[in-house]
């Protein structure tokens, strides 16, 4: 019987499939317009937004300034009223284990809600607008008419501060009265104002949507947070610091905002508490990818 050597037979074969030509791929069919990959879904950042968003790009905001503790839905006192978010601040170092900083987030999508429910709101924030203006006019004069008002312990001119309560323009101190009673008719008893008589965060924050108020409109310290448009948030003007919060005011602040997280805790960690006292347990929800929008 003749032996067969497929490893010899393969070397014999080479040289021929080498030297035949090899056949003409045909050119694929351009694929229909209507086969064509289509390219990822983007999510347009025109939409309009929903309560939930803006309630989002308030917390958002507040988490951008790097907290220790932070939640959603604070109670300022025991029960009422309640923010849209708050933080607290620990010691970066040392052995004092309390805050030292806190701060709230007050969301309001109505423009009625920041100011206080006074006859004629409309039309005082009208004038207080115009004021406003003649107002920025007027010290613009004054620095040219009085540069004798400058503070001279400025490095740069560009910083400089004016003493422009001892102007001699009268008229200049008549518009600023008049403002002063604009803005205690609007704040008076608001909302605003009872959650910065609460003594418990160091830093308040309106949030409101963009075009909302007039920033000039709020009262100091508040900063105003503008929502929008898209998933954006900026800081038209920034808070101050209150001088009326004490060590106790920011722990029950700290407390509330403990209490305020928990349900967000147990719920991704997949637990439920019954009224009966048992506990039941569900799957953990999956951590969802970051949408640009």
Request: hydrophobic share 40%.
């Amino acid at each position: 019987m003749e032996e067969w050597d497929l490893f010899t037979y393969a070397q014999q074969q080479q040289p021929a499939a080498e030297s035949a030509p090899m056949p003409e791929s045909p050119e694929p069919e351009a694929a229909p317009a209507a086969e064509a990959a289509s390219p990822e879904p983007v999510v347009s950042a025109d939409l309009p937004l929903r309560p939930r968003d803006y309630q989002q790009l308030a917390f958002g905001f507040l988490c951008s300034l790097a907290p220790d503790g932070v939640a959603e839905h604070v109670a300022i006192r025991a029960s009422k009223p309640v923010v849209a978010a708050a933080g607290f601040w620990r010691p970066e170092s040392g052995r004092r284990m309390d805050a030292v900083r806190s701060a709230a987030v007050v969301m309001y999508l109505d423009k009625a809600l920041c100011f206080a429910d006074c006859a004629g709101q409309e039309e005082l924030l009208e004038e207080l607008s115009t004021l406003n203006d003649r107002r920025e006019e007027m010290e613009a004069a004054i620095r040219v008419s009085e540069p004798e008002l400058a503070a001279s312990d400025d490095l740069f001119n560009e910083f400089r501060t004016w003493n422009y309560d001892e102007s001699h323009n009268r008229e200049y101190h008549r518009v600023r009265r008049r403002i002063d009673r604009i803005m205690r008719d609007l704040n008076a008893g608001s909302r605003l104002e009872r959650i910065r008589r609460a003594g418990v965060a160091d830093l308040c924050y309106l949030a409101v949507p963009a075009g909302l108020v007039d920033p000039a409109a709020i009262p100091a310290p508040w900063g105003v947070v503008e929502l929008g448009p898209g998933r954006t948030f900026t800081v038209t003007r920034p808070a101050a610091i209150q001088d009326n919060v004490t060590p106790e005011g920011r722990c029950r602040l700290a407390l509330n905002i403990a209490q305020a997280a928990s349900g967000a805790v147990k719920f991704a960690s997949g637990v439920e508490e019954l009224r009966s006292g048992g506990i039941v347990y569900h799957a953990p929800p999956r951590r969802r990818r970051s949408v640009l929008r």
